[in-house]
């Protein structure tokens, strides 16, 4: 067959080919360019797209797609090449391609027979894995069958023993020799033990009933472990009535010993017993126990026993002698047992006796003989029992040898119950509403709670006003030592904040009241119709007096009241205390203004009777005036008034210049208005009856001539006095200390009656 001619070949490989040989492909071509490197595409990390990019940044597109398609060409070329050379062969596969058939049967033969034999070693090999599995299986099964049957015989064995040794507690005597009172009535700060009978008689029967108790307490402990092991077992379930027996026998013999050793103040007894009861982890047991035997009496006895020397008294007045009884009785029967208690390494950390033994009765025996110290109906009985509670608490808290003890004193039940006791929410409630009422008292009273100077002394703080004394006496009422309660001291920030609000409120409706001249839409205002304008200075000094004694004296008594607070507390209290004081900064400027208008008003009344000056030369032939106006001397009659009124004396001292300077500027603004308005209205009427002067000679061209210049001079005679009053007006503002060139509306007031020749200085 002859070779395959490119035209021939499949279409993969039909392709035309390029300018240049086919065997150029096998040789160096030395006349591709230099920058086209073949070689580039054989590397396993060629990256089309990085070579192109790196080669169009020195040679054009055009050029670079026509070299690749050369290339291609010669590859494609080089492809056909290489199947023509090897045809022969390639067309000869599959003629000699003979008995394969005959090649697959001969080589399946061995591999079925392979195939079978393996088939063969696998089921063997899972059969034996399968017995061996099976025989592992019997074998844990057997050990753990042992294993059972082992913790039931140690279960046998253990409830035997303990059984044994129970039997031998029945035996032993139930009481030693008695302890002489004397030796009893001293405490735990002396042991009648080894140290005394111990060693003159040996070991007490009480003592060798403690180790006994201890013993069993431990084999107890086992048998409970060994029983929570097979619990659901029927051998152990048939010996739960011969366990429960002995746990039972096991808790009143302890309870017995216990009980006994506490009354013999015998220290080897009590400790014996209290591992007994920690090995049975029945530290309530030992704690139930205590509290029977030791707490219970002493505590019944103070509820019951009068103050020594003094007539019985009734049980809700005495609960603080009550609480110091307890203490000594705590300090004297107790501190033994809770020292050995709270001691390291001692095993006895278990028992919690502060909070289970003694803390439990003293609750019970209030809840029972005393519940009236509980009661917030009272608010100043309940805040001295609170109080006394707590130094209470603190001195049972002072027995905790860490700050775990601590911790766990404070979240035990019996610490939790004895706080829920003390309903503080209703005490603040009590105390809200005194507070409260005591204020709205005093803002809802007549105008006639604006009080006289004489409040300044009264108040001992400087305030001038009956509701700004109240304001204040009830902000240092929030935190008294008589009132105030640390645990709820959110509740009296939030009660001292509403307060200032509704003084703030106060002021507020009653300013909007008397700028509208009516109280009907501004309820709780009507104080403010019925006040002289006056009295707002008083209100006004108050305001600002308060602000300053907030700031600084009421506010460090809060923070120190708070004293261990957290920073982040501590900024929150002072930023609301601040923001409640500024609704009440924010009000000065119209409590001034009530009565700044006021002052202004009477005084422009006064200077109203300038208007009088153009009448007077227009209906006269005066000649230029030479003195002022007898009204100037007048017009700051009502302010100099007030400024001397001794009522008011004690506030002005502060507000004085301040007064002085936004009343004449107010008067001065208006004296302005005033003149310009007569002045202006002088030179229209002069200017009108010239023009009908003029008007009557043209129509009378017979009579005689009247001389133009009678009138001319009313404006000029007007602003004279006018000069001349505002000279003197001047005079006056500096005798009450303001100087008039400070004023605007002087300057302008000068200027439109200063003659020309004086404008430009104020002189007077």
Excluded at 160 to 182: N, W, Y
Excluded at 495 to 523: C, E, I, V
Aim: glycine content about 4%.
């Amino acid at each position: 067959m002859a070779p395959v001619a490119e035209t021939d070949f499949p279409s993969p490989l039909q392709l035309p080919l390029s300018h240049k040989s086919v065997a150029s492909l096998f040789q160096d071509d030395s006349s591709g360019p230099l920058w086209f490197k073949k070689d580039a595409f054989l590397s396993g990390s060629f990256d089309a797209e990085a070579y192109i990019s790196d080669l169009r940044r020195f040679v054009p597109f055009e050029t670079l797609r026509a070299e690749l398609r050369d290339h291609l060409g010669g590859l494609k070329s080089e492809l056909v090449e290489l199947i023509n050379r090897d045809y022969a062969d390639f067309v000869n596969l599959t003629t000699k391609l003979v008995d394969v058939d005959g090649a697959v049967l001969r080589m399946r033969m061995p591999l079925n027979e392979l195939r079978g034999k393996l088939v063969v070693v696998r089921d063997n090999v899972n059969s034996t894995l399968l017995l061996l599995q099976d025989g592992l299986k019997r074998r844990a099964d057997a050990s753990a069958s042992r294993e059972m049957l082992d913790l039931l015989l140690d279960t046998s064995h253990v409830v035997s023993k303990v059984e044994k040794l129970l039997l031998e507690l029945q035996s032993m005597p139930e009481e030693g020799p008695q302890v002489p009172p004397a030796e009893r009535n001293d405490g735990f700060r002396r042991v009648y033990s080894n140290s005394n009978l111990g060693e003159e008689q040996g070991a007490s029967p009480e003592e060798a009933r403690s180790r006994l108790l201890e013993r069993i307490a431990s084999e107890m402990n086992r048998l409970k472990f060994y029983v929570a092991r097979a619990e659901d077992l029927p051998f152990i379930q048939n010996m739960q009535p011969r366990i429960g027996s002995a746990d039972a026998f096991l808790d009143a013999s302890l309870r017995r010993c216990f009980v006994r050793g506490l009354e013999l103040r015998n220290e080897t007894v009590i400790i014996h017993c209290l591992r007994a009861y920690a090995a049975i982890d029945n530290s309530a047991g030992a704690e139930e126990a205590f509290r029977s035997a030791v707490v219970a009496p002493f505590v019944q006895k103070a509820l019951l026993s009068p103050p020594t020397g003094v007539a019985v008294a009734p049980r809700s007045d005495r609960f603080e002698e009550f609480l110091e009884e307890i203490k000594a009785y705590i300090q004297t029967d107790c501190l033994f047992l809770l020292d050995k208690a709270a001691a390291a390494n001692s095993g006895l950390l278990v028992f919690d006796f502060l909070s289970s033994s003694i803390l439990k009765e003293v609750l019970s025996a209030l809840q029972t003989g005393k519940p009236g110290v509980f009661s917030p109906g009272k608010p100043k009985e309940f805040l001295v029992n609170y109080k006394s509670s707590l130094k209470f608490l603190s001195f049972l808290e002072g027995y905790c040898r860490s700050k775990n003890a601590v911790g766990a004193f404070r979240t035990s039940v019996a610490y939790t119950d004895f706080l829920k006791q003390w309903n503080l929410q209703i005490y603040f409630t009590l105390r809200f509403q005194e507070i409260a009422q005591s204020l709205d008292s005093a803002l809802a009273g007549p105008p006639a709670a604006v009080k006289s100077p004489d409040i300044a002394e009264e108040s001992k703080v400087g305030l001038a006003v009956s509701s700004s004394v109240s304001l204040w006496e009830c902000l240092q009422r929030c935190w008294q030592d008589d009132v105030y309660i640390d645990a709820i001291s959110d509740k009296f920030l939030r009660l001292t904040l509403q307060l200032l609000s509704r003084y703030a409120t106060w002021l507020s409706a009653g300013l909007a009241a008397r700028k509208a001249g009516d109280a009907t839409n501004y309820p709780g205002g009507e104080w403010s119709l019925a006040s002289a304008p006056e009295d707002f200075a008083l209100l006004r000094h108050d305001v600002e007096l308060l602000v300053r004694m907030v700031k600084s004296s009421h506010v460090d008594k809060v923070l120190a009241l708070l004293n261990g607070s957290p920073d982040n507390v501590v900024v929150v209290v002072r930023e609301s205390l601040n923001l409640g004081l500024r609704s009440l900064s924010t009000m000065v400027p119209a409590l001034s203004d009530v009565l700044t208008d006021a002052l202004t008003d009477k005084c422009v009344e006064v200077l109203k009777q300038a208007k009088g000056i153009v009448a007077t030369y227009r209906m006269t032939n005066r000649p230029l005036p030479s003195r002022h106006s007898p009204y100037v001397s007048s017009v700051f009659q009502p302010l100099k008034a007030f400024l001397e009124d001794e009522r008011y004396a004690h506030v002005m001292k502060e507000m004085q210049a301040e007064l002085l300077a936004l009343v004449s500027e107010k008067i001065t603004s208006q004296y302005d208005v005033l003149a310009r308005d007569m002045v202006s209205m002088a030179r229209q009427t002069e200017a009108s009856l010239l023009l009908l002067r003029r008007g009557a000679r043209q129509r009378g061209a017979g009579a005689a001539d009247t001389n133009d210049n009678v009138s001319d001079n009313l404006s000029d005679k007007i602003c004279a006095q006018l000069f001349l009053d505002v000279q003197e007006y001047g005079r006056r503002l500096a005798a009450l200390g303001v100087k008039a060139t400070d004023i605007p509306a002087y300057i302008s007031l000068w200027q439109c009656v200063a003659p020309q020749d004086r404008q430009d200085v104020v002189q007077f």
